[in-house]
């Protein structure tokens, strides 16, 4: 009854609000008794404040004060959806915008509370469960929120347990949901492979973001996730032809803007790549990629104080998002703030305990600040981990050079090297001549010639190394002339791998390296 009394009022403000005229759309609404009414009414003038919020950032500053901005209208609005709230008046799309208040004038508890209420009054509303998973902020929270027992707290499950970057129980769950009947949901599809993104799994994502494409080739969501992707793969012409294909789509929406500065990025244009990020940023000032994406940029550019200000407003954004916790780390590394860079190392460590970049980096870190067994616990994590850049032994190996530990030394470029020839591709690392280096004259030191010699070898072929590596070959050859016995009493064997060594197998003096005292 309340509806069909207010339906010429609310289609006349409805009109108005699509327009984007909020405020008119608010006049017209006043005094309406309906709960659809009451909705609109208040959801125009909260809109009202974000629009006039927004234009005054546009007006008045660069896109990295937006913060220093706030919305006028949220304190009124509270004052009043609390009343309601109290007197149990509000329906879920109320509850709903209530909690989008709370949230914004950061009351994080209270809005958790409203936003687990509307999701039971109207469990199949998206808006307010997405705005629970980003106040989420670990699993021991998820524990303690009584959700609705329906069919989508299984798709919310799955969400925050991809952001919590808890993937294998985020990919059950998807699996679940296709077992169910969702075969087909090319929503799903995308998340399996931002998840596959999340792990570094990147042949896996692109194979299933590929196949998403042509299931649905004109969807923007999650493309910006795609052209990562191909940026870390520096896959150009795919990058190319994605950003021209959304851009031909709709080339206003933050997902293209984004993939048009990876594609710029990917070119060194790093100017016109900010450029377009910042355009994203004015589409939605909430776009969580853009704000880390464009701190990266600034980065390249050398802008630290930009940088730093973009991988904030990302945090702000998402407390999760490991990377612009990653890239504060580097910008104060940038700027000899080893204190600093600790604390924001460890946090992304935090989000990403398996990561071997973030051990690395933390590992740099205690090493500038001479916590020497500290950096030792977080190099051998790293490897331990699963290194993905093939440094941590290399930096493992030089810390017990400095602490004159020889032969743990020579453990790590043992298995340094065994390491990036098991990968099938010989890798071309710097760090390999010097690995040989260091070997071969540690085992001249042990007066093992053969093995000596067999890494001396191994250093001619490096042109940084191949003058120490002749030397000490001619050295061996004299010392061998003069008589001197390789020393026998090292029975321990070890092997090298069988693509350097013919037919000799040297053997070392290094005894099995006793991990207990670096292991964390």
Same mark, same amino acid.
């Given at each position: ?25 608010? #006049?017209?609404?006043? $005094? ?43 304190? /009124? ?118 998840? #596959? ?131 504060? $780390? ?35 870190? #205690? ?18 981990? $699963? ?13 017990? /050079? ?28 710097? /760090? ?89």
């Amino acid at each position: 009854q309340e509806d069909a009394r207010d339906l010429d009022a609310y289609t006349l403000a409805k009109s108005y609000f699509d327009l984007k005229e909020y405020d008119r759309a608010a #006049y017209f609404l006043r $005094g309406c008794k309906s709960q659809k009414a009451y909705f609109l009414y208040m959801y125009s003038r909260y809109l009202s404040g974000e629009k006039k919020k927004d234009d005054e950032t546009v007006d008045s500053l660069g896109p990295l004060e937006k913060g220093q901005v706030k919305n006028e209208a949220l304190r /009124e609005l509270r004052v009043e959806l609390s009343k309601k709230h109290k007197a149990r008046e509000l329906d879920g799309f109320g509850l709903y915008l209530y909690g989008v208040v709370l949230r914004k004038l950061d009351l994080v508890k209270e809005a958790i509370d409203v936003f687990v209420e509307a999701a039971h009054v109207l469990p199949l509303h998206w808006g307010a469960w997405l705005e629970l998973c980003n106040l989420i902020t670990d699993k021991e929270m998820l524990k303690f929120l009584s959700l609705p027992d329906t069919w989508m707290k299984e798709f919310f499950l799955a969400h925050i347990y991809t952001e919590l970057q808890l993937i294998e129980e985020a990919l059950q769950k998807y699996q679940s949901l296709i077992d169910a009947g969702f075969s087909k949901s090319t929503y799903i599809i995308s998340q399996i492979a931002v998840a #596959y993104h999340n792990i570094r799994d990147i042949d896996k994502a692109l194979s299933i973001f590929n196949e998403l494409r042509k299931q649905d080739p004109y969807r923007i969501e999650n493309m910006d996730t795609f052209s990562n992707l191909l940026y870390v793969r520096s896959m150009k012409p795919e990058l190319s032809y994605l950003a021209h294909n959304l851009c031909e789509i709709d080339k206003y929406r933050v997902e293209t803007c984004c993939v048009i500065g990876n594609y710029y990025s990917l070119r060194s244009q790093h100017e016109k790549a900010a450029l377009y990020f910042q355009r994203a940023l004015k589409l939605n000032p909430r776009y969580l990629g853009a704000w880390t994406l464009m701190g990266h940029e600034y980065m390249e550019m050398k802008n630290t104080s930009a940088a730093i200000q973009a991988y904030r407003h990302a945090i702000e954004v998402n407390k999760r998002d490991y990377r612009a916790w990653y890239g504060l $780390g580097q910008t104060y590394e940038i700027l000899k703030m080893p204190f600093y860079c600790l604390y924001y190392y460890r946090r992304a460590h935090q989000l990403r305990p398996n990561d071997s970049r973030m051990l690395v980096a933390l590992g740099e870190c #205690y090493e500038k600040l001479n916590q020497l067994v500290e950096a030792k616990k977080c190099y051998w994590r790293a490897y331990a981990v $699963g290194d993905v850049e093939k440094m941590a032994l290399v930096k493992l190996a030089k810390l017990h /050079e400095q602490l004159n530990e020889s032969e743990q030394a020579a453990q790590c470029y043992i298995k340094y090297i065994q390491d990036i020839y098991s990968c099938g591709e010989i890798v071309e690392h710097l /760090e390999v001549s010097t690995a040989f280096r260091y070997l071969a004259q540690y085992y001249f030191k042990c007066k093992l010639w053969d093995e000596a010699s067999a890494c001396a070898q191994k250093c001619c072929a490096f042109n940084d190394t191949r003058e120490e590596g002749k030397a000490l070959l001619r050295q061996i050859l004299q010392l061998r002339n003069q008589g001197e016995t390789s020393s026998t009493d090292i029975a321990a064997p070890f092997f090298l791998p069988a693509s350097l060594s013919a037919s000799n197998t040297p053997t070392r003096r290094v005894s099995p390296l006793n991990l207990s005292s670096v292991t964390p």
